[in-house]
């Protein structure tokens, strides 16, 4: 059974950074890619970014470029978003989720386990 549980959502002020974790347990060899998701209040879900599980390849939203970096510990299954320069537009609910196929725009559907969400609020 898959489960991911994200963890340290947390408050900070606009400036600030924050390091939010993914733990991933049973996954199948054919969950390739992780990614991160978020979702505001009143406002659709939209990818942050993802990394391929093989190589690491990484690709991010243009809105978190520069700022935001995804890494994998693959000893403790745990997939990470370290977010720097935090803005009050990244105030949401972020989900991370594993796909078993590889797409070029990684839509929501795309991705068939999700973990519950953690909170990040950043005040200005």
């Known amino acids: 059974q898959v489960q991911l549980v994200e963890s340290g959502g947390g408050t900070v002020q606009a400036g600030g950074s924050l390091r939010i974790s993914c733990a991933a347990s049973?996954?199948?060899?054919?969950?390739?890619?992780m990614a991160w998701f978020r979702q505001a209040p009143g406002k659709e879900r939209e990818g942050v970014g993802y990394?391929?599980?093989?190589?690491?390849?990484?690709d991010y939203a243009d809105s978190v470029k520069g700022r935001f970096a995804i890494s994998q510990d693959n000893a403790r299954n745990t997939v990470y978003l370290r977010m720097n320069d935090l803005k009050p537009d990244d105030t949401a609910m972020y989900y991370c989720a594993a796909a078993s196929i590889f797409s070029r725009d990684w839509p929501p559907a795309d991705f068939d386990f999700w973990g519950q969400g953690t909170q990040v609020t950043v005040s200005s």
């Open positions: 049973g996954l199948h060899y054919r969950h390739v890619r």
């Open positions: 990394i391929d599980l093989v190589d690491g390849a990484t």
